[in-house]
């Protein structure tokens, strides 16, 4: 007998569940001590809430949690960051954080009801070395602009060669209709910031009117 042919398939979402014993006590639990914000709950006397880390969403579901606990693996930008607000709120830190061989820097917690959380982010320094040879440039920025490229490559730890290699690679990287980004969630809001700071007031289009005093 032939398998029928597969459907077209359209998944834009996934939500993990986890069961809790007491939906409420848990929310508070996720949203106080983990960092998540409140999606919704659902009933007078909620048994069922959905919490989300950034735009990442899962639900929270009463009854008997699995004997174990089950386990839920996040993508974030920071692990270092985040591991270090869950130790200072007192979250149970089952495993440290550590740089693994599949790649990711990740560490994980526990929640009261025995659920394992991990969060992880890439680590971006492994693989065999690239050779290159650098050469000298000779660039001239908008002054402000310049101001913001050298506060956010600090701000991500880098050198203004490196963060300025980083923005090469990823316009050079299809995805979709537009590019890769080489900015996470966290990074694009600091950008926000900065672009206040240093009075950044025209659009990403605006070099093709800028004109020298």
Same mark, same amino acid.
């Given at each position: 007998?032939n398998?029928?042919?597969?459907?077209?398939?359209?998944?834009?979402?996934?939500?993990?569940?986890?069961?809790v014993r007491?939906?409420?006590?848990?929310?508070?639990?996720?949203?106080?001590?983990?960092?998540?914000?409140?999606?919704?709950?659902?009933g007078?006397?909620? +048994?069922?809430?959905?919490?989300?880390?950034?735009q990442?969403?899962?639900?929270?579901?009463?009854?008997?949690?699995?004997?174990?606990?089950?386990?839920?693996?996040?993508?974030v930008?920071?692990?270092?960051?985040?591991?270090?607000?869950?130790r200072?709120?007192g979250v149970?830190?089952?495993?440290? $954080?550590?740089?693994?061989?599949?790649?990711?820097?990740?560490?994980?917690?526990?929640? $009261?009801?025995?659920?394992r959380?991990t969060?992880? !982010?890439?680590?971006?320094?492994?693989?065999?070395?690239?050779?290159?040879?650098?050469?000298?440039?000779h660039? +001239?920025?908008?002054?402000?602009?310049?101001?913001?490229? !050298?506060d956010?490559?600090? !701000?991500?730890?880098?050198?203004?060669?490196?963060?300025?290699?980083?923005?090469?690679l990823?316009?050079?990287?299809?995805?979709?209709?537009?590019?890769?980004s080489p900015?996470t969630?966290r990074?694009?809001?600091?950008?926000?910031?900065?672009?206040?700071k240093?009075?950044?007031?025209?659009?990403?289009?605006?070099?093709y009117?800028?004109?020298?005093?």
């Amino acid at each position: 007998m032939n398998s029928p042919a597969v459907p077209p398939i359209e998944c834009r979402q996934h939500h993990a569940s986890l069961t809790v014993r007491d939906v409420p006590a848990t929310v508070e639990f996720y949203t106080t001590r983990l960092g998540f914000t409140l999606g919704f709950t659902w009933g007078e006397e909620p +048994r069922f809430a959905g919490v989300l880390l950034d735009q990442v969403q899962i639900f929270l579901e009463q009854g008997e949690p699995c004997p174990g606990g089950s386990p839920v693996y996040f993508m974030v930008g920071d692990a270092d960051e985040l591991h270090g607000f869950h130790r200072a709120g007192g979250v149970e830190v089952l495993v440290e $954080p550590d740089d693994r061989e599949y790649g990711i820097r990740d560490y994980t917690v526990r929640d $009261p009801d025995g659920n394992r959380l991990t969060f992880g !982010h890439p680590i971006f320094t492994l693989g065999p070395p690239v050779e290159i040879e650098r050469v000298e440039v000779h660039v +001239r920025l908008e002054k402000r602009l310049a101001a913001l490229l !050298h506060d956010l490559a600090a !701000h991500k730890r880098m050198s203004l060669t490196g963060c300025l290699e980083e923005i090469l690679l990823h316009t050079c990287e299809p995805l979709g209709d537009g590019v890769a980004s080489p900015h996470t969630t966290r990074d694009l809001a600091y950008i926000q910031e900065l672009k206040a700071k240093h009075g950044i007031d025209y659009d990403s289009h605006a070099s093709y009117r800028f004109v020298e005093r």
